[in-house]
């Protein structure tokens, strides 16, 4: 064993100076050991700065051989040159192992970091999607709330509309709805269903009115005074109400839209004794139904 | 070219006269304090990991200092320099020990990590 020898070295060097074969064992391991450690990478770059003191330890013990210096002498510098070589590798290899160490805690880090991104992510998302369920479920209670105010609206202002085209009509409101009394003599000459052309305007007004309702049918009523007879007046009345229907048919209003009826002298609405009072019974009526259901009757 | 520290000189010229103990060889104070900081050093770490090699140092530097007991310079200040680097060596050896160790622990760990966390997301 390599330790035994050098106990004994220091006995040599009481004893003086020899040159011994042995020399060049001692320097042959460490020559050995050297070349070892100047090969492995990881001591050239990890453990450089020792890796030079072991290469000018061997450097020195290669002197004192050439020198011829005593072989305890020698033995004694190989002997450090050879150990020096040893500690250059054992530092390397313990420097890479706290390199590793190191990039493992990092490592580590980027795992947990990792693993907290992505839980952080999914949080995220979460919320992301409750926040957009939420919103979703406002801008639906909204949208309701505001088709019904647009509902609403649309109504009252079809109240509106109604309500002017009525006063422009002069229409009166009863119990059976809208009704507006068109002058008999305004539209026919006495005993005639003709529509007169002052008529016209009259049916006119109707017929846009009709239009801009298209839901709503009416009820075309004729009435006369109580002259002549009976019979003749109720014929009279009916034809008046159909030339008035044939009128606003004419105006591009649908036929089924318009009821006729003829009453001749009943109902009148004022006394039959006096030449005003006849005028006024003589007329037609408009009855403009509340919606689009009609009051029996047949139209003819 | 001879080229050799002056103190070689001095030890080379002891031998010469086939002398252990000489005048002109000065005691190796400065080896022997080396010698005993590093073993000093090497001592708690080594104690576990490098324990043959810490004897060998500790050994050799009681032979120094008896050498200097004895005003062996000569061989004090060899078995000095010996106990120095055998105590280096055996140092390094410990702390090689230990940072393998310190490796494979946190490899272990973050292995064990990587499965934890794989296992969750799935």
């Given at each position: 064993m390599r330790l035994k020898l050098l106990w004994v070295a220091p006995v040599l060097f009481a004893a003086g100076c020899a040159m011994t074969p042995e020399a060049n064992t001692y320097m042959e391991n460490a020559r050995a050991a050297y070349r070892e450690a100047a090969a492995n990478p990881q001591v050239q770059s990890r453990a450089p700065v020792e890796l030079q003191v072991a290469g000018r330890s061997l450097a020195e013990a290669e002197r004192f051989l050439q020198d011829r210096a005593p072989t305890a002498l020698v033995a004694h510098h190989a002997y450090l040159a050879e150990q020096r070589a040893r500690i250059a590798i054992a530092t390397a290899d313990y420097?890479?192992?706290?390199?590793?160490?190191?990039?493992?805690?990092?490592?580590?880090?980027?795992?947990?970091?990792?693993?907290?991104?992505?839980?952080?992510?999914?949080?995220?998302?979460?919320?992301?999607l409750a926040r957009e369920q939420a919103?979703?479920?406002?801008?639906?209670?909204?949208?309701?709330?505001?088709?019904?105010?647009?509902?609403?609206?649309?109504?009252?202002?079809?109240?509106?509309?109604?309500?002017?085209?009525?006063?422009?009509l002069q229409a009166r409101q009863t119990e059976r709805g809208w009704v507006l009394t068109l002058s008999g003599d305004l539209l026919?000459?006495?005993?005639?269903?003709?529509?007169?052309?002052?008529?016209?305007?009259?049916?006119?007004?109707?017929?846009?009115?009709?239009?801009?309702?298209?839901?709503?049918?009416?009820?075309?009523?004729?009435?006369?005074?109580?002259?002549?007879?009976?019979?003749?007046?109720?014929?009279?009345?009916?034809?008046?109400?159909?030339?008035?229907?044939?009128?606003?048919?004419?105006?591009?209003?649908?036929?089924?839209?318009?009821?006729?009826?003829?009453?001749?002298?009943?109902?009148?609405?004022?006394?039959?004794?006096t030449a005003v009072g006849r005028q006024l019974n003589?007329?037609?009526?408009?009855?403009?139904a509340p919606d689009s259901a009609s009051a029996g009757g047949s139209s003819k | 070219?001879?080229?050799?520290?002056?103190?070689?000189?001095?030890?080379?010229?002891?031998l010469a006269v086939g002398l252990g103990a000489?005048?002109?060889?000065?005691?190796?104070?400065?080896?022997?304090?080396?010698?005993?900081?590093?073993?000093?050093?090497?001592?708690?770490?080594?104690?576990?990991?490098?324990?043959?090699?810490?004897?060998?140092?500790?050994?050799?530097?009681?032979?120094?200092?008896?050498?200097?007991?004895?005003?062996?310079?000569?061989?004090?200040?060899?078995?000095?320099?010996?106990?120095?680097?055998?105590?280096?060596?055996?140092?390094?050896?410990?702390?090689n020990a230990r940072a393998q160790r310190a490796a494979a622990a946190v490899g272990q760990s973050i292995g064990t990590l990587r499965r934890e966390l794989e296992g969750r997301t799935r």
């Open positions: 420097r890479t192992a706290e390199a590793a160490v190191a990039t493992s805690g990092v490592q580590q880090n980027q795992v947990l970091l990792e693993a907290r991104t992505r839980e952080l992510e999914a949080q995220k998302r979460e919320t992301q919103e979703l479920a406002r801008a639906q209670t909204e949208l309701s709330r505001a088709q019904t105010l647009e509902e609403a609206k649309g109504l009252q202002s079809e109240i509106e509309e109604l309500q002017s085209q009525m006063q422009e026919f000459d006495s005993g005639r269903a003709v529509l007169k052309p002052g008529g016209r305007k009259a049916v006119e007004n109707l017929a846009q009115f009709m239009r801009k309702q298209p839901e709503r049918s009416v009820t075309i009523e004729g009435f006369t005074d109580s002259t002549g007879s009976a019979d003749l007046n109720q014929r009279l009345s009916e034809q008046r109400a159909q030339a008035v229907k044939e009128a606003l048919v004419g105006h591009g209003i649908d036929a089924p839209r318009v009821q006729t009826r003829g009453y001749g002298p009943a109902f009148p609405v004022a006394t039959n004794d003589r007329r037609v009526q408009v009855v403009i | 070219m001879r080229e050799k520290p002056a103190q070689q000189l001095v030890v080379a010229a002891a000489c005048a002109s060889v000065p005691p190796p104070h400065a080896q022997i304090a080396a010698a005993r900081a590093m073993v000093s050093q090497a001592g708690p770490l080594a104690a576990q990991d490098a324990p043959a090699e810490l004897g060998t140092a500790q050994t050799k530097l009681a032979r120094a200092e008896d050498a200097m007991k004895r005003a062996d310079y000569a061989n004090a200040r060899i078995h000095a320099e010996q106990a120095e680097v055998d105590a280096k060596y055996a140092w390094t050896l410990a702390e």
